[in-house]
């Protein structure tokens, strides 16, 4: 299957959704999130700000934020394909952008170097890393510049395929997340 055809299925499949799925599944996301090791280690993290049907990650940005860790969220450059890491200070300073996505209401950027932990959103992942996304790149770009981070999908298991169709340019995850566990690309479930 084709990147086109695997992103028309998945995201067909994550619009039946219905939110009281969305909301029992998140929560089992974000349980594992906040007790994994990786996640308290982390000083500054970049969340996305989630489409209605997608894993929702407001009440970890919510404890994140009480916690003291640094927060950022994507917003998107004036350029097509680009984005940066805005600081979320708070889930009332956010905006819709010119798309109806939320953003920060903030428009410095983060440096790449500061952030240590990225959870990033897909359509489709698979157990080796690889991630199919919307297919502007703007997440292949912007994960290309934040050397230190570990990069975490996020997704629903429906999601998880046997392989996704990847180009020289996409990057790759470390570590993925479902509502069924914790998937180390490189070692497998822990």
């Known amino acids: 299957m084709d990147k ?3 992103r028309r299925k998945i995201l067909a499949e ?6 009281a799925q969305v909301e029992t599944d998140s929560r089992k996301i974000t349980a594992l999130l906040e007790k994994w090791p990786v996640y308290l280690a982390a000083g500054t993290v970049m969340a ?21 860790k640094k927060v950022c969220a994507p917003r998107f450059g004036a350029s097509f394909g680009i984005m940066y890491a805005a600081p979320l200070r708070s889930l009332c300073g956010v905006t819709k952008d010119r798309m109806g996505i939320r953003v920060p209401v903030a428009t410095e950027a983060v440096p790449g170097e500061e952030i240590d932990l990225v959870l990033v959103p897909g359509v489709a992942f698979d157990l080796s890393g690889r991630r199919l996304g ?9 994960l290309a510049a934040v050397p230190n981070a570990v990069l975490v999908g996020i997704a629903w298991w429906f999601q998880i ?4 169709p990847c180009e020289r340019h996409d990057v790759c995850m470390h570590w993925l997340i479902t509502e069924n566990g914790i998937y180390d690309c490189t070692q497998g479930k822990v």
């Open 161 to 164: 395929m046997q392989t996704v």
């Open 48 to 68: 996305y700000l989630a489409m209605p049907d997608e894993p929702q990650l407001d009440s970890v940005i919510e404890s994140m934020l009480r916690q003291g």
């Open 14 to 19: 994550r619009r039946l959704l219905n939110a």
């Open 4 to 6: 086109q055809e695997l």
């Open 134 to 142: 919307m297919g502007a790149g703007y997440y292949d770009r912007f």
